[in-house]
Nanobody, 123 residues
Framework: QVQLVESGGGLVQPGGSLRLSCAAT????????MGWYRQAPGKQREFVAA???????IYADSVKGRFTISRDNAKKMVYLQMNSLIPEDTAVYYC?????????????????WGRGTQVTVSS
Protein backbone atom coordinates (compact mmCIF):
# COMPACT_ATOMS: atom_id res chain seq x y z
CA GLN A 1 0.00 0.00 0.00
CA VAL A 2 1.38 3.37 -1.01
CA GLN A 3 0.73 6.47 1.03
CA LEU A 4 1.53 10.04 0.06
CA VAL A 5 1.61 12.73 2.75
CA GLU A 6 1.96 16.42 1.93
CA SER A 7 3.33 19.14 4.16
CA GLY A 8 4.55 22.72 3.93
CA GLY A 9 1.37 24.61 3.11
CA GLY A 10 0.39 27.83 4.80
CA LEU A 11 -0.39 31.50 4.44
CA VAL A 12 2.00 33.67 2.45
CA GLN A 13 1.90 37.19 1.06
CA PRO A 14 1.86 37.85 -2.69
CA GLY A 15 5.38 37.65 -4.04
CA GLY A 16 6.43 35.24 -1.33
CA SER A 17 7.64 31.65 -1.47
CA LEU A 18 6.66 28.28 -0.06
CA ARG A 19 8.12 24.82 -0.35
CA LEU A 20 5.77 21.86 -0.36
CA SER A 21 6.98 18.37 0.48
CA CYS A 22 5.47 14.97 -0.27
CA ALA A 23 6.63 11.89 1.61
CA ALA A 24 5.96 8.51 0.03
CA THR A 25 5.73 5.33 2.07
CA UNK A 26 4.97 1.74 1.24
CA UNK A 27 5.71 -0.17 -1.94
CA UNK A 28 6.77 2.72 -4.15
CA UNK A 29 9.11 0.86 -6.49
CA UNK A 30 6.45 0.96 -9.21
CA UNK A 31 5.96 4.71 -9.01
CA UNK A 32 7.88 6.31 -11.86
CA UNK A 33 6.09 9.64 -12.00
CA MET A 34 5.33 11.94 -9.08
CA GLY A 35 3.64 15.28 -9.25
CA TRP A 36 1.38 17.97 -7.88
CA TYR A 37 -2.17 19.02 -8.56
CA ARG A 38 -4.19 21.81 -7.02
CA GLN A 39 -7.83 22.66 -6.53
CA ALA A 40 -9.09 26.15 -5.80
CA PRO A 41 -12.51 26.78 -4.25
CA GLY A 42 -15.25 26.35 -6.83
CA LYS A 43 -12.82 25.14 -9.49
CA GLN A 44 -11.78 21.80 -10.92
CA ARG A 45 -8.58 20.14 -9.88
CA GLU A 46 -5.73 21.09 -12.22
CA PHE A 47 -2.30 19.74 -13.00
CA VAL A 48 0.65 21.74 -11.68
CA ALA A 49 3.88 19.82 -12.22
CA ALA A 50 5.33 16.34 -12.57
CA UNK A 51 8.71 14.65 -12.44
CA UNK A 52 9.85 11.17 -13.42
CA UNK A 53 12.36 9.01 -11.58
CA UNK A 54 14.86 9.97 -14.28
CA UNK A 55 14.35 13.68 -13.68
CA UNK A 56 12.15 14.66 -16.61
CA UNK A 57 9.88 17.53 -15.59
CA ILE A 58 6.62 18.94 -16.91
CA TYR A 59 4.88 22.13 -15.76
CA ALA A 60 1.56 23.79 -16.31
CA ASP A 61 1.91 27.04 -18.24
CA SER A 62 0.50 28.98 -15.30
CA VAL A 63 3.45 28.07 -13.05
CA LYS A 64 6.37 27.86 -15.49
CA GLY A 65 9.26 30.00 -14.34
CA ARG A 66 7.83 30.32 -10.83
CA PHE A 67 7.54 26.75 -9.54
CA THR A 68 10.20 24.05 -9.48
CA ILE A 69 9.54 20.36 -8.86
CA SER A 70 12.27 18.05 -7.59
CA ARG A 71 12.58 14.65 -6.02
CA ASP A 72 14.93 12.68 -3.80
CA ASN A 73 14.50 9.04 -4.75
CA ALA A 74 16.59 7.78 -1.84
CA LYS A 75 14.44 9.66 0.66
CA LYS A 76 11.21 8.94 -1.24
CA MET A 77 10.41 12.65 -1.25
CA VAL A 78 9.03 15.05 -3.84
CA TYR A 79 9.19 18.82 -3.45
CA LEU A 80 7.49 21.81 -5.02
CA GLN A 81 9.33 25.10 -4.62
CA MET A 82 6.87 27.91 -5.26
CA ASN A 83 8.21 31.41 -5.82
CA SER A 84 6.58 34.70 -6.82
CA LEU A 85 3.28 33.47 -5.49
CA ILE A 86 0.09 35.24 -6.56
CA PRO A 87 -3.43 35.09 -5.09
CA GLU A 88 -4.48 32.84 -7.98
CA ASP A 89 -2.15 30.17 -6.60
CA THR A 90 -4.42 29.80 -3.57
CA ALA A 91 -5.64 26.19 -3.50
CA VAL A 92 -5.35 22.83 -1.84
CA TYR A 93 -2.26 21.19 -3.27
CA TYR A 94 -2.25 17.42 -3.75
CA CYS A 95 0.67 15.08 -4.27
CA UNK A 96 0.07 12.33 -6.83
CA UNK A 97 1.96 9.30 -8.08
CA UNK A 98 1.69 6.74 -10.87
CA UNK A 99 3.80 4.27 -12.80
CA UNK A 100 2.92 6.18 -15.97
CA UNK A 101 3.79 9.83 -16.59
CA UNK A 102 0.93 9.98 -19.08
CA UNK A 103 -1.54 8.83 -16.43
CA UNK A 104 -0.15 11.32 -13.94
CA UNK A 105 -0.54 14.33 -16.19
CA UNK A 106 -3.98 13.20 -17.39
CA UNK A 107 -6.23 14.77 -14.81
CA UNK A 108 -7.70 12.31 -12.38
CA UNK A 109 -5.95 9.20 -13.69
CA UNK A 110 -3.09 9.01 -11.19
CA UNK A 111 -3.22 5.91 -9.01
CA UNK A 112 -2.02 7.40 -5.74
CA TRP A 113 -3.09 10.64 -4.06
CA GLY A 114 -2.31 12.45 -0.87
CA ARG A 115 -4.90 14.27 1.20
CA GLY A 116 -3.68 17.73 0.34
CA THR A 117 -2.18 20.78 1.99
CA GLN A 118 -3.69 24.27 1.92
CA VAL A 119 -1.79 27.14 0.33
CA THR A 120 -3.22 30.62 0.76
CA VAL A 121 -1.69 33.65 -0.92
CA SER A 122 -3.10 36.83 0.56
CA SER A 123 -2.02 40.15 1.98
Amino acid sequence: QVQLVESGGGLVQPGGSLRLSCAATGSISSINAMGWYRQAPGKQREFVAAITSGGTTIYADSVKGRFTISRDNAKKMVYLQMNSLIPEDTAVYYCAGDSSLLNLVSNGRATYWGRGTQVTVSS
